[in-house]
């Protein structure tokens, strides 16, 4: 899977699964999630299951930092760094 492709999933899980229904929001790949309050805990917990599910790349606590989900393009990069390295 292409960065771009990671990131068009990304973008649309969250718009439609984490951005709430009341809230005037298009998310992009540069949205800041964090600042503008879209990330909290709970978001946050549902976002790391979607990369594990659905992108199979788990997250390691040691992963867990505020710098690495800033936007889509910055959890784009640490999807990439973590993939498992591709044979063929």
């Not at 699964?17 to 929001?25: F, G, R």
């Not at 790949?29 to 199979?56: K, M, Q, W, Y």
Request: no cysteine.
């Amino acid at each position: 899977m292409t960065a771009d492709e990671i990131g068009h999933r990304l973008v649309a899980f969250i718009q439609e699964s984490l951005v709430p229904d009341d809230v005037e929001l298009e998310v992009d790949e540069t949205t800041p999630l964090l600042v503008s309050g879209l990330l909290d805990s709970l978001r946050t917990a549902r976002l790391l299951n979607f990369i594990r599910r659905e992108l199979g790349v788990p997250v390691p606590a040691a992963k867990l930092d505020p710098d690495n989900f800033k936007d889509v393009a910055t959890i784009v990069a640490l999807i990439r760094e973590l993939e498992p390295a591709k044979i063929g």
